[in-house]
Every structure is written in C-alpha cells, then in structure tokens.
C-alpha cells in the first residue's frame, strides 16, 4: 500500500510537470473548454472529470496505438493524461473509463467506428486544409428514394464558389467503414480544399457528391456484417449509383456530363469496383487506402473487375495513394492492384502520404493530389 502511494504521488508530481509546459489547446475541442491541448513536439494533455472511476485509460484509433500515457487522479476527481509525441494528423479517440468506451466530454464528436468518436487535431503544419480568405463553395443535404433499396438514401452535395454560372463536372466521394456522409464534410475538411484549391487556380471547379456506403435491402441487413456483406452492398450501390444517383444528380444540378469516382478504404473498393463496370462513364477513379474484398490468392480481383478498365477505349485515369505508417495489409492491397496495373501496362498515379496512418490526413492529402489531376 505504501509502495502504490508512492508511485502515486511519483506520477501525480509528473503529470504537474509536464502540464506546466507551454501548450496550445486542440483545434477539436468545444467551445470555452480547455482541454486536450498540444505542444510543439506533439505532446499532448487530456484533462477529465471522471470522480468516481478506479481506472482511466487512453485508448483510440489507428494513430493513437503507439502512444503511451502518464495518468494521474487528482483530488478534485479529475484524471489528468500527459502523452508521448503523437503521429500528425486527426485521430479518433476515447477512454476506457473502468472498462467503458467513453468519449471525452471536452471535444467535438465525430461520427467513426460506427458511433460518435471524440477527435484530436495533431499539427502537421500544412494550412491547405484551413479556410482562408477565398470565396467559399456550400455543402447541402439531400436524399432520394431508391427502388434498389426500397429506402430513402440520404447524401451530402457540394457546390463549387461559381456554382450557377456554368455547367461542372462531378465526383462521387464515398467514405470508410464505420463513418458516414458527414465524414468528408468534418473529418475531411473538403470545402476548405476544394475552395483552395479552386481559388489558386490548382484544380478544375466541381461538384462532389458524398454519397453513403451502404445500400442494403430489408433483407439484406439481417445478413452477418463480414465481407460478403459488403460485397452485396457495393453491387447494389453499383446499381444504385448508374440507374439513380447519376440521373438525380444531372436532373436537379447544373452539371456538364463529366464524372469521376473515388473513396477511401471501403470506400476505395467501391470507388473501383464501380468505375470499372462502367469505365465509359468515369473519366477517373480514385481509391485512397485501397481495399480489396474477397479476393483469394489464385485470384485477388474475384469480386471486383479491375479487368474491365483494360479493355475500356476510353481507359480512366487511375488514382491510388496510401499513408507511408499504414497497415502491412493495405500496403499489400496497393502491391496488388499496381502489379496488376503495371504487368497490363495500364498507366496510373501513385501518391504516398508522408507520416502518417489509416487516418484522415491520409485522406485529405490524397484528395489534394486527386482533385489537381482529374476534369483537365
């Protein structure tokens, strides 16, 4: 008992210490509160009111597996975590609080893992991702009933700054597993990118539909949420996609009959998947952190028919990037489809996002890279 007062007090003075450094509080928190904050080494303070707790552990997503912790209980009931250098870029995370997920109070929520999800904002330096003193494209919600799925679908919209003076080009965004059509709009900073880059004359003015990644019937929602689950759903999306989206898109928005279609991770597969059945509708395919489902040694593109853009006269352009401290299994995914692209001499880009994870910096790099190059 007296050694766990000890180590006790030990961790407390640390905790003292570290928070005496000069932080800055996180981009991510809400509004009149303090914490967490972030130094320029990318240390990083929690401060949370759990009184009752016995145990407190920092815990989250992809960049976050690496970190290690100091927590302390103080007096008044609050845990207060000091941080090792954390990864750059945004992270989900969350406390195991006496073995319960639960979010950090302080901060906005964030729609990932299939729930709200407390975020964190590490400075990567970069600003292409800020808003600035441009003029500002709008993102609208809007939904249509799908016979597909015998449901209403519902999907965000961005409009380009000179949304009404002319026809535009449209990309169809899709998002990853356990996130929604919010993703692209919060996580992704997409108006703030796509503003940027339209007012340094750097990309083609566009209009981006954030459509959602499941397209489930009835039926199909009872089936067991694995692989062939998302298979059935990224055909019935395929479907959806051809026969209802585009056709609402090019009735109701001023659009010139160019398209193109990316997503990440998941979203990635169903990027290709569908711009390879349709290689004539897509002048160009995206895929941020690519995925392949089901797919077997003998052959990886069984379920999805990346054949197709070979024999395509009018041949896609090809997109594909990935984070440098991604999983071994994603680097394994992009292996396969840039051999396959390269054994076929099909040309293509490759873009690798220095620093960082399976995270959504990856993803807001690679949508900077991929909006430079399409509609030109």
Sequence with gaps: MQNLKIITSILGLCSVLVFSQDYK?????????????????????????????????????????????????????????STSPMGIGFHYYWFNVDGKRTNDPNTELYFGYGQPTSGI?????????????????????????????????????????????????????????????????????????????????????????????????????KMPDDYPRTVVSTKNLDKIVVQELIPYIEKKYKTDGKKSIAGLSRGSYQAMLIGANHPELFSAIGSFSPVIYEGTESQPFKELPIS?????????????????????????????????????????????SPQTYHEWLTWRRCLYQFAQKVFR
């Design 121 to 221: 904002e590490i400075p990567s330096g970069e600003d292409f991702f800020f808003e600035k003193n441009v003029k500002h494209g709008k993102i609208i919600n809007d939904s249509l009933s799908s016979k597909i799925t015998s449901g209403k679908r519902n999907f965000k919209v961005y409009l380009p700054p000179n949304y009404g003076t002319e026809n535009f080009p449209v990309l169809y965004l899709y998002h990853g597993t356990g996130e929604d059509i919010t993703g692209w709009e919060k996580q992704g900073y997409i108006r703030n990118i796509l503003d940027n880059l339209f007012a340094e004359q750097k990309a083609k003015e566009m209009i981006v539909v954030m459509d959602y990644g499941v397209a489930l019937n009835p039926e199909q929602e």
């Design 308 to 352: 197709n853009l070979l024999k395509s006269k009018q041949k896609p352009f090809f997109f594909i990037g990935i984070g440098e401290k991604e999983d071994v299994k994603f680097f394994e995914y992009n292996k396969t489809i840039i051999n396959y692209l390269n054994q076929n001499k099909y040309p293509y880009s490759q873009y690798k």
């Design 25 to 81: 509080t996180s981009s991510t928190v809400l509004k009149g509160k303090e914490f967490p904050k972030v130094d320029t080494e990318r240390k990083t303070q929690f401060k949370v009111y759990f009184p009752e707790a016995k145990s407190v552990v920092l815990d989250g997503g992809d960049g976050m597996k690496n970190v290690k912790s100091v927590i302390a209980k103080d007096k008044d009931g609050f845990w207060n975590v």
